[in-house]
């Protein structure tokens, strides 16, 4: 069993800055892959930035690339997703999430484990 357990939302006005934080426990061997997704009221579950965790490639969505960076701890237990220069579009409840990716890092359905979510608002 695998525990995913996101911090570091909150409010905070337009091109601002939040870091989220997703500490995994349980069997922490289970998964290739880690990645964040988001979904705003009424929309599709997203995927937003995804990294590997053997050699650290990284995967982002269009709309957040130049803004937003995903990096894993030393110990590889812990993602983070810095989110800069943030924009109301990004208002989302924000969810960590691993899984044994071969595919498409950034598909919702390649993955098994999910947190219950962060939320995210920017104000403009």
């Known amino acids: 069993q695998v525990q995913l357990v996101e911090s570091g939302g909150g409010s905070v006005q337009a091109g601002g800055s939040l870091r989220l934080s997703c500490a995994a426990s349980?069997?922490?061997?289970?998964?290739?892959?880690m990645g964040w997704f988001r979904q705003a009221p009424g929309k599709e579950r997203e995927g937003v930035a995804a990294?590997?965790?053997?050699?650290?490639?990284?995967y982002y969505v269009d709309s957040v690339k130049g803004r937003f960076t995903i990096s894993q701890g030393n110990a590889k237990n812990m993602v983070y997703l810095q989110m800069n220069s943030l924009k109301p579009e990004d208002t989302a409840m924000y969810y960590c999430?691993?899984?044994?990716?071969?595919?498409?890092?950034?598909?919702?359905?390649?993955?098994?484990?999910w947190g219950q979510g962060t939320q995210v608002t920017v104000s403009s």
């Open positions: 349980g069997y922490t061997y289970s998964w290739n892959s």
């Open positions: 990294i590997r965790r053997f050699d650290g490639s990284t």
């Open positions: 999430a691993a899984g044994n990716i071969f595919r498409d890092h950034l598909a919702r359905d390649e993955y098994n484990f």
